[in-house]
Structures are given as C-alpha cells and as structure tokens.
T-cell receptor, first 114, second 116 residues
Framework: KAGVTQTPRYLIKTRGQQVTLSCSPISGHRSVSWYQQTPGQGLQFLFE???????NKGNFPGRFSGRQFSNSRSEMNVSTLELGDSALYLC?????????????FGEGSRLTVL | AQKITQTQPGMFVQEKEAVTLDCTYDTSDPSYGLFWYKQPSSGEMIFLIYQGSYDQQNATEGRYSLNFQKARKSANLVISASQLGDSAMYFCAMREGVDSSYKLIFGSGTRLLVRP
C-alpha cells in the first residue's frame, strides 16, 4: 500500500512569488490535512479537507489556501511569499472518520523563500 | 495556554536502556485522543502510538508504551530497549473531540539521542 506522497520535496522561491504544493493521500483515505513546521513556531495546523470540503482551518492569513479534488488528492497554495513562509510543509492523510483515526504523514515539501 | 507541553527539549539514553519522554496536555473536552510521532532527520512524521481518552488500558505497540494518567493529564511515552535508530525528534499531539475534524495540536518536541 503506497504511503502519502508529497511533491515537490524541495523548492526555492523568491519573495512575492507563489507556490503550489501537492499531496496524494493513501488510497481510500478521504481526509487530507496540512501542517507547517518551522523552528520558531513548531508544527502548526493549516487546514483539513474531507471529501472536497474544507472542514477546519488554522490561524493563517488568506495567502494560504488549499483544495481537494474528487480523487482526494490535495493542493495547497501560498501566494505573495514572505521570508517567514520558509518551512517544511507536511501533509497528513486519514480515513477522516472515527475517534481513533490516526494520521499518516508524507515526507514533506521543504520550501525556502529568498 | 499551551495545550500540549513537552518539557524536555533534549534527552540522552544509553543503547538498550529504557527512556521516558514526558507529555502533559490540557483540554476540557471529555473526548480526545493522544498521539506520539517520531520525526527522523528526513522529515517524515512516523506514527508510533495512540491513546483514546476513554481507553481503560495503556496503549502498547512493540517497544513503545504510553503511560496514560488521565487525572494528571499526562501521556508519557516509554521506549524500552533503546536502539540507535531511535535517535530522532519525538512529538506528542492531541486531537480534541470525536466528531471534529482531524486537527492535531502538537507539542514542541523532544530530541532523543541514543548513545552506543
């Protein structure tokens, strides 16, 4: 069974640009959530999608957005990049149902903003 | 106030010995779940163990066990017989509510170094 796949693994952008990150969840999983990891702020929840609907959103500016497609694949977009957006972006996949549903993470997309 | 507190930024343990990583949490929701993840230098978060708030017994998964003390709101991870490959960051996380979305709140992590 294939795990969670995130692309690209590494990318470098400059301030003001935008970036799109992709996440393919485990087959059969309908929930995809995104997290930002930085040395200063740690791991912070961005948003979660379940069956193409955003179910929850973290405390991030509107420059951060996401979507989920009918095949459960998800993308997140960051517009007008700032230096502080440099981070490891982790995607997590889950069935999306049940109290003990565990989240399976991908290896992350490491974004550097220059 | 922090909802998940990991007070040990870094720890050392001798190979083959046991180690306990501390985690305390704060929630008013009677239904919640507690998770431990391992993050090696590659960046991937690896699920280790889960404990539900209504679970009567402490969770165990191979060499990992969770010392769940509900009244004290603590969920410490015990790793028995440490191996060199256990060197990594360890994160405690909480999910509140049964029907809410799959949002995890993470602690700041503990870096574990296993000495040969």
């Amino acid at each position: 069974k294939a795990g969670v796949t995130q692309t690209p693994r590494y990318l470098i952008k400059t301030r003001g640009q935008q970036v799109t990150l992709s996440c393919s969840p485990i087959s059969g999983h309908r929930s995809v959530s995104w997290y930002q990891q930085t040395p200063g702020q740690g791991l912070q929840f961005l948003f979660e999608y379940f069956s193409e609907t955003q179910r929850n959103k973290g405390n991030f500016p509107g420059r951060f957005s996401g979507r989920q497609f009918s095949n459960s694949r998800s993308e997140m977009n960051v517009s007008t990049l700032e230096l502080g957006d440099s981070a490891l972006y982790l995607c997590a996949s889950s069935t999306g149902q049940g109290a003990s549903g565990e989240l399976f993470f991908g290896e992350g997309s490491r974004l550097t903003v220059l | 106030a922090q909802k998940i507190t990991q007070t040990q930024p870094g720890m050392f343990v001798q190979e083959k010995e046991a180690v306990t990583l501390d985690c305390t949490y704060d929630t008013s929701d009677p239904s919640y779940g507690l998770f431990w993840y391992k993050q090696p230098s590659s960046g991937e978060m690896i699920f280790l163990i889960y404990q539900g708030s209504y679970d009567q017994q402490n969770a165990t998964e191979g060499r990992y066990s969770l010392n769940f003390q509900k009244a004290r709101k603590s969920a410490n991870l015990v790793i028995s017989a440490s191996q060199l490959g256990d060197s990594a960051m360890y994160f405690c996380a909480m999910r509140e509510g049964v029907d809410s979305s799959y949002k995890l709140i993470f602690g700041s992590g503990t870096r574990l170094l296993v000495r040969p």
